[in-house]
């Protein structure tokens, strides 16, 4: 792949959240950019906590000058010493050091309330499902000093945005493969696109033809076709946090409110709660809560939350997500019954769709798990590149400003301190000791990103796409 090709795939996969978004010309008509700008509309302005997409701790933080103070939590600091290292995992912010942020206070530093869940629920939670009894979660003080040529805009990846990027990817790197694997990968994938088309179907005729659809047969559906298209509990279950986030009208909600902060406890609750085996070890493709069980489970977390209106909100989000990150860029695919089940033919309308489903295939598919590591290292190589081009030093998540940062490790001169931080009684965190760590611009093998060892690992990632 060119740079340019690259490039451009990179800036497609990002939110740039201080953009104008200006329709097109008069005369011009797409559905799919008209819906975007309604979308952004209805969430920033007709939900209670909408303002925070705009104005909230994070982007206060990016856009500031000086320095930057993040979070970043590892049950693994007496290896990391030892190496002098710590290397950035994958997942939802590609190839960063996953971190939160720190508010300097006089007190000491404020965590950001997702910093402050992963280090005294979630982390503590997976080491004692571990049997680990000689060691707690260690948090760490990251001190970046913003060079004076940072991008000052805010650009936050999307990883729902990165299916092209995966199909691409694995154009490259498929003569890995044995002929013979490379065509059963492909019947595979196409194998699960044609029996999910009722889904896709139906998605596609309430974004594009405006259809109306009942909650529970959708989610009911949804939760049929989550085993054959796994993305589609990765789109679940960002677009049932964002309705918990933006709708909440909990005290809890509120005062994180008033700090600018949305409340991340609300969907790591409810993702523990129904899920509790994904502590520390995220698999959204099992994210695939029922229609009779979603009221139960919201109420749990939020009883302040309508049940009815989350519902038929899902149905309206759920459909645009996969018009927006699964369908090829263009017009909507029509004549589902007509459509050709050829992995060429579905590349061109459902490109997107087949490369998130590559992706997640080749964890377990023959040799290739062996190759994976380099299929994400030659990702995050891209990514880097592409923030080295914008001098992006912190990325972000940017399906939503939720607190999700990380740090750039392929930033050139990039100057930073850290420090192992201790936290006082009033839950303020405070510089212990200074370490003598180099973040290195290579990805921990999978094996250590999803905490199946306990060398060289950062902080549960929230969203590993």
Not at 75 to 86: N, T
Not at 90 to 110: D, K, M, N, W
Not at 117 to 127: G, N, R, S
Not at 249 to 257: D, G
């Amino acid at each position: 792949m060119d740079f340019l090709d690259a490039y451009h795939l990179w800036a497609d996969a990002h939110a740039f959240f201080d953009s104008t978004l200006a329709r097109g010309p008069a005369g011009h008509t797409d559905t799919l950019a008209d819906q975007a700008v309604a979308w952004d509309t209805r969430l920033a302005e007709e939900t209670p906590n909408g303002w925070l997409l705009r104005h909230n701790a994070l982007f206060e933080a990016l856009s500031g000058n000086g320095k930057l103070h993040l979070l970043h939590v590892t049950h693994a600091l007496e290896e990391i010493s030892r190496q002098g290292v710590l290397y950035p995992s994958g997942g939802c912010l590609v190839g960063s050091i996953y971190c939160a942020p720190l508010t300097a206070t006089e007190q000491g530093f404020r965590m950001h309330n997702l910093g402050s869940y992963v280090l005294t629920k979630e982390a503590p939670t997976f080491l004692a499902r571990l049997g680990v009894t000689d060691r707690s979660p260690t948090p760490l003080i990251f001190e970046i000093d913003t060079p004076p040529q940072a991008y000052r805009g805010l650009a936050g990846v999307d990883y729902l945005r990165l299916g092209l990027i995966h199909l691409q990817i694995y154009s490259h790197l498929e003569y890995l493969l044995s002929k013979n694997e490379r065509y059963h990968l492909r019947e595979t994938v196409v194998g699960r696109v044609k029996n999910s088309a009722a889904f896709l179907a139906t998605a596609s005729a309430v974004t594009y033809q405006g259809s109306r659809v009942d909650a529970e047969p959708f989610l009911q559906l949804l939760d049929e076709t989550i085993p054959r298209l796994p993305i589609l509990g990765y789109l679940y279950f960002e677009a049932l946090a964002e309705y918990l986030m933006l709708h909440s009208m909990s005290p809890h909600t509120q005062r994180l409110a008033e700090l600018g902060e949305l409340n991340n406890w609300l969907y790591k609750e409810m993702l523990f709660a129904a899920f509790p085996t994904m502590a520390g070890k995220f698999d959204l493709a099992r994210f695939r809560p029922g229609p009779k069980q979603l009221d139960a489970l919201i109420h749990q977390v939020d009883p302040t939350i309508d049940t009815d209106h989350a519902s038929a909100y899902l149905v309206e989000r759920i459909s645009y997500l996969v018009a927006a990150r699964l369908f090829a860029p263009g017009d909507a695919p029509e004549g589902w019954h007509h459509t050709r089940w050829e992995f060429d033919s579905l590349a061109t309308q459902l490109g997107p769709l087949l490369g998130h489903l590559i992706h997640r295939e080749l964890r377990s598919f023959g040799r290739y798990p062996d190759f994976y590591f380099y299929f994400d290292q030659h990702k995050a190589l891209q990514a880097w590149n592409y923030w080295n081009h914008m001098d992006i030093v912190a990325p972000f998540n940017g399906t939503m400003p939720k607190g999700e940062i990380g740090i750039n490790p392929a930033y050139p001169n990039l100057d930073y301190r850290v420090w192992r931080a201790e936290q006082d009684d009033a839950g303020h965190l405070h510089p212990a000791e200074e370490l003598s760590l180099t973040i290195a611009p290579r990805l921990v093998d999978i094996k250590y990103t999803l905490m199946r060892n306990n060398q060289w690992t950062a902080a549960p990632a929230p969203s590993v796409a």
